[in-house]
Structures are given as structure tokens and as C-alpha cells.
């Protein structure tokens, strides 16, 4: 009897026990499996990525889809000479990543990209030596080029490399890697939209040369030097370019040469540029010029719909422009 009674009595300061302390054990577990919960259903923040030019915001969202803010500098003028806003320079030293052309083009931005704390991917510099054209090699002494240098550059690289879609294709390899490496957790979403971006710049590209080929040979006039990238890839060429610095008119001499090349041609297209203001060439010939804009910064691109990739808009509405003045010839 003794023994069966220190058995009750050691039951109940067993339940005792758990009451007082049962109930704040398994509290302590829930609490801890709801944090587990709510941390393994965390969003990662969204990178900050700040962009120079309307075409690199294109291909960056192109990529990042909706795991990124992407947001782009001010566009109070154009890339070879720009001042920058207090807000566009606060932007950069909060940015996790900057995608610019590079110092070779943006001197402007040369600074705030070493200040920022930002991993910085200038397209120029990662994309490989084969897809840059070096303009000076190629123009030599010419009255074109003779003394002067592609935007005060000399012997540099031809920086309009947005308007290579080979090149962009290599530069959205490397953004990707990037991004992946930044955002382990969004590494699938970045790989698959690179691949979509770079399958459909390679169906685009074959369309775009179907495109321009009943228009090879056509005349026409292009403002400044932005487009050799794009007619090299789509087989066109320009008869000239009307100014080396997009800054500075035409000279005298130079619309002297322009009259020389437009002797004997009865028709041409003259592309010029929002940036830049209008040159009028019908003084220097009798030819019937047919002017018409061309935007190789993408200014006044809308949004396209939400299935569009928006480079390949961006590019198509390049060569539609192109095609759609030469087929007036």
C-alpha cells in the first residue's frame, strides 16, 4: 500500500508539472515552426539597378522581368553630353548594380559609378574585342575623320554597341551570370528570360535582314555614326555621315562633299535623330531627299504589350523606319 500510494502521489506531480509547464513548451515550438515559416516564405528584397540609356533599361527588364527595379537615369539631353540631376546621382550611390555604355562614351558618369558602392557592368567593357568597330581604323585620314576622333575619343572603340544585337546577346550572358550570382534565389527566372531574349534576337535577326534586302544599295544620309553596328549585321551601308560630333553641324566643306556624293542620284533618305536638330540638304542638291526620324536611343518608345520583349521592339522599330523611307525610293 505504501508503494501504490507514492505512485499516486508521483502521478500527480507529474501532471502538475506538465500543466504548469506543458503548455509553455509547446507554445515555445509553435512560435519557433511560425518563424521558420514565415522566413522560408520571405521575399528577397529586389535589386536596385540603375541604367544610363533607354535601349540598356530595355534589355535589363528584358532579363530581370519583376525581380528587379530598374530605373533609369534622366534623359535631359543625349549621352555624349549630359548634366546630372541631384536625384539621378543620389539613384547611383543607392544602386546595387549599374549597367552603362561605359567611360568611352558617358564621361559624366564616370565618377558617380566610382562612388557608388553599386557592382558596375559598362557594356562596353564586357563584351569581347571581335564585335567592337573601331571606326578610325576603318575611315583612316579621311575628311570625315581626319584630326577628329569618334565623340573626342581617339582610336576608340565606336561605343553604340546597343545597337549590335550580337553583342547585346553577349552582354545579356554576362548580366545574367550577375544577376544570379547577386539573386541566387531568382537564378531560374534570369536564366530562362536571357535565353528567351537571346533566341528571339537570333529569329529577329533573320527577319530584319528579309526585311531590308530588296532596299541594299538604296541611298540614304545618316545624321551621326550610331548605326554602323546594326547596318553591318542587316547589310546595309550608308552613303555618308553628316556630322563625326553629333554636337557640331555640318561645315561648309563637308556639305560640299555631300553635294559631290548626291551628284547624279535623283532620290535619297536623310535620317536625323530627336536629339539633335533637323539639317536640311535639299541647298546642296536637286535631288528629292525624303527626311525621316530615327530614334537610336529609344526615347519615344511606348511599352509594348506584356508578351514583348522590348529590344527586339526597340530594334524593330529601327529597321521599320529605315525600310519604311527607302521603300519611297
Same mark, same amino acid.
Given at each position: 500500500?505504501?508503494?501504490?500510494?507514492?505512485?499516486? $502521489?508521483?502521478?500527480?506531480?507529474?501532471?502538475?508539472? &506538465?500543466?504548469?509547464?506543458? &503548455?509553455?513548451?509547446?507554445?515555445?515550438?509553435?512560435?519557433?515552426? #511560425?518563424?521558420?515559416?514565415?522566413?522560408?516564405?520571405? $521575399? /528577397?528584397?529586389?535589386? %536596385?539597378?540603375?541604367?544610363?540609356?533607354?535601349?540598356?533599361?530595355?534589355?535589363? =527588364?528584358?532579363?530581370?522581368?519583376?525581380?528587379?527595379?530598374? +530605373?533609369?537615369?534622366?534623359?535631359?539631353?543625349?549621352?555624349?553630353?549630359?548634366?546630372?540631376?541631384?536625384?539621378?546621382?543620389?539613384?547611383?550611390?543607392?544602386?546595387?548594380?549599374?549597367? &552603362?555604355?561605359?567611360?568611352?562614351?558617358?564621361?559624366?558618369?564616370?565618377?558617380?559609378?566610382?562612388?557608388?558602392?553599386?557592382?558596375?557592368?559598362?557594356?562596353?567593357?564586357?563584351?569581347?574585342?571581335?564585335?567592337?568597330?573601331?571606326?578610325?581604323?576603318?575611315?583612316?585620314?579621311?575628311?570625315?575623320?581626319?584630326?577628329?576622333?569618334?565623340?573626342?575619343?581617339?582610336?576608340?572603340?565606336?561605343?553604340?554597341? &546597343? #545597337?549590335?544585337?550580337?553583342?547585346?546577346?553577349?552582354?545579356?550572358?554576362?548580366? +545574367?551570370?550577375?544577376?544570379?550570382? #547577386?539573386? /541566387?534565389?531568382?537564378?531560374?527566372?534570369?536564366? $530562362?528570360?536571357?535565353?528567351?531574349?537571346?533566341?528571339?534576337?537570333? =529569329?529577329?535577326?533573320?527577319?530584319?535582314?528579309? %526585311?531590308?534586302?530588296?532596299?541594299?544599295?538604296?541611298?540614304?544620309?545618316?545624321?551621326?555614326?550610331?548605326?554602323?553596328?546594326? =547596318?553591318?549585321?542587316?547589310?546595309?551601308?550608308?552613303?555618308?555621315?553628316?556630322?563625326?560630333?553629333?554636337?557640331?553641324?555640318?561645315?561648309?566643306?563637308?556639305?560640299g562633299q555631300l553635294s559631290r556624293q548626291l551628284?547624279?542620284?535623283?532620290?535619297?533618305?536623310?535620317?536625323?535623330?530627336?536629339e539633335f536638330q533637323q539639317v536640311k540638304l535639299?541647298?546642296?542638291t536637286t535631288a528629292q531627299l525624303h527626311y525621316?526620324?530615327?530614334?537610336?536611343?529609344?526615347?519615344?518608345?511606348?511599352?509594348?504589350?506584356?508578351?514583348?520583349?522590348?529590344?527586339? =521592339?526597340?530594334?524593330?522599330?529601327?529597321?521599320?523606319?529605315?525600310?519604311?523611307?527607302?521603300?519611297?525610293?
Amino acid at each position: 500500500m505504501q508503494f501504490s500510494g507514492y505512485l499516486q $502521489t508521483l502521478s500527480k506531480g507529474v501532471v502538475a508539472c &506538465w500543466s504548469s509547464l506543458g &503548455w509553455a513548451v509547446l507554445f515555445g515550438v509553435c512560435v519557433s515552426l #511560425m518563424t521558420l515559416n514565415v522566413s522560408a516564405n520571405e $521575399t /528577397p528584397q529586389k535589386l %536596385q539597378v540603375v541604367v544610363s540609356i533607354p535601349p540598356l533599361k530595355f534589355i535589363a =527588364e528584358d532579363v530581370m522581368g519583376e525581380q528587379a527595379d530598374v +530605373r533609369l537615369i534622366s534623359q535631359n539631353g543625349s549621352p555624349h553630353h549630359k548634366v546630372m540631376r541631384p536625384s539621378d546621382i543620389q539613384m547611383l550611390l543607392d544602386a546595387d548594380l549599374i549597367l &552603362w555604355v561605359g567611360q568611352e562614351l558617358e564621361q559624366y558618369l564616370v565618377r558617380f559609378v566610382n562612388r557608388s558602392k553599386a557592382t558596375s557592368l559598362p557594356l562596353i567593357a564586357h563584351t569581347s574585342e571581335e564585335n567592337h568597330r573601331h571606326p578610325d581604323e576603318e575611315h583612316g585620314a579621311s575628311d570625315d575623320h581626319a584630326g577628329h576622333s569618334h565623340h573626342g575619343h581617339n582610336n576608340s572603340v565606336d561605343p553604340h554597341l &546597343w #545597337m549590335s544585337p550580337t553583342a547585346v546577346q553577349e552582354y545579356v550572358a554576362v548580366l +545574367r551570370d550577375h544577376l544570379s550570382a #547577386m539573386t /541566387p534565389a531568382h537564378a531560374h527566372d534570369f536564366k $530562362t528570360n536571357s535565353e528567351r531574349l537571346m533566341a528571339a534576337i537570333d =529569329e529577329s535577326r533573320l527577319a530584319w535582314q528579309v %526585311q531590308v534586302k530588296p532596299y541594299i544599295g538604296q541611298p540614304y544620309f545618316v545624321y551621326h555614326d550610331a548605326y554602323a553596328y546594326l =547596318e553591318r549585321e542587316l547589310g546595309l551601308d550608308s552613303v555618308a555621315v553628316l556630322t563625326v560630333n553629333p554636337g557640331v553641324k555640318p561645315s561648309a566643306k563637308k556639305l560640299g562633299q555631300l553635294s559631290r556624293q548626291l551628284s547624279g542620284v535623283t532620290q535619297a533618305c536623310v535620317f536625323y535623330e530627336p536629339e539633335f536638330q533637323q539639317v536640311k540638304l535639299d541647298r546642296v542638291t536637286t535631288a528629292q531627299l525624303h527626311y525621316q526620324l530615327l530614334d537610336p536611343l529609344g526615347s519615344k518608345q511606348s511599352l509594348p504589350s506584356s508578351d514583348t520583349l522590348q529590344y527586339i =521592339e526597340f530594334i524593330s522599330r529601327l529597321v521599320g523606319d529605315l525600310t519604311g523611307c527607302l521603300s519611297k525610293l
